[in-house]
Every structure is written in C-alpha cells, then in structure tokens.
C-alpha cells in the first residue's frame, strides 16, 4: 500500500493520501480522502498538524490498515470468476443490477440471474463483462487473463480500485479483441509521461470521473 493507491471500506471508496505514523496515536495509520465528500470527519489534519489536504472540509478520514472491512483490491480474473463462476445468488431470486453506463442512475431488478451466468459460464467465450464495483485493483499473474478469458470485446470496469495505469494496460494487452473499455469512477495517479504498451485494438475509451485531465491526454497513444 502507498499514496495514490485505491481502497474500499463499508463500501465506500477512497485514495491513501497519507502513510505513517500520527502525533499522540501509536502504530502506522493511512490517511483517506473519499470520494464522497461528506463520508470523512475532517481535512487531513489532527490536532493541528498537517498530514495531507483533502478537496473537502469533511473528506478525510485516518484509519488502521489492519480496520475491519478496508479492502485494497483483488485481481480481475479472481472478479470474474466470483461473477459468473460461483453459485452466490439462490434460484428465482430478484437481484438489483446498476447499468454501468447510466454512472449509476439507472437500478433494475432481474430475476433468476443465475440462468444468466450459467450461460456465460464457459469465461473463454465471453464477448461482454461488466465487473462493476468489484474492487478490482490489478491484472494478476502474468498471462493468466489471455489464458483464461481472451475474447471479450466490450468490458465495463467502472467503480473498482484502479489507480495505475500500467494495470491497465497489462490487463488491455492481454485481450486482443477488447474494443471497449469503460473506467468510470476510478481515480488514477497523474500521469508526466507516455503511457507504454499497446492498445491497438481499442477505438472507445471511456473515462467519466477519473481524474484525467485534458492535459493528460496527450499521454495516450494507440
């Protein structure tokens, strides 16, 4: 864990800003900045000290790494197993599902989605994913996404633990006939320099509320 790295607490999603140790508390503490602005109980500061700024007046939040229910993210094939391999959901139950293009606007309920991921339960034919919201922050070993799920063509990836973009694109290279990809909702480190690798077959990037700048896109290349 560092600064600018991702996490996930009682569902709500925030960036390390802060690493060490805080005047008066013994041990190590990660200082927070969550995304929603009204989640902390300060700025960054204790007692007067300074430890690192949050956007908000209320945005910030020190926590123990070892705090129950903190996540830092697991890798995507370990998400894309859980969604369409293991039997989680009982027969003929409803199940809300958030349309990942809608930024969360739009909640439908569905019935017996089991039948649906039986379907899809074979991963290497599998054209469309969307893992939203599966707290997400890695590729995994190498190889193992082209050797387990290659062919998919539009993946959805919004609202997980990305803040590197190198996961991106290892994740990216590996599945050569990706041509959509959507990462709304996860806020990555700044880039100073071009991105490396190769992302030829994707022609739609999308990146509603990532902290990418316009700046910064001049970083992007095919």
Known sequence: MSVGDRICHNSELGTIRFVGTVERKPGQWLGIEWDDPSRG?????????????????????????????????????????????????ATSTKEAIVLGSSDGAIEVEAVDMNKVRNKFAQLEKLKEVGLENYMISKAGPAGEIKAVCPNIRRLDLSRNLFASWSEIIEIVEQ???????????????????????????????????????????????R
């Open 175 to 221: 599945i050569h006939a990706l041509e959509s990809l959507t990462l709304h909702y996860n806020v990555f480190r700044e880039l100073s320099s071009p991105l490396t690798g190769s992302c030829r077959s994707v022609v739609h990037l999308s990146l509603n509320r990532t902290g990418v700048t316009w700046e910064q896109h001049r970083h992007f290349h």
């Open 41 to 89: 109980k300060g700025d960054g500061s204790i007692n007067g000290l300074r430890y690192f700024q949050s956007r908000s007046p209320t945005g910030a939040s020190f926590l123990r790494p070892s705090a129950p229910s903190l996540h830092f993210g697991r890798t995507f094939i370990a998400a894309l197993r859980e969604k369409y391999l293991e039997d989680l959901h």
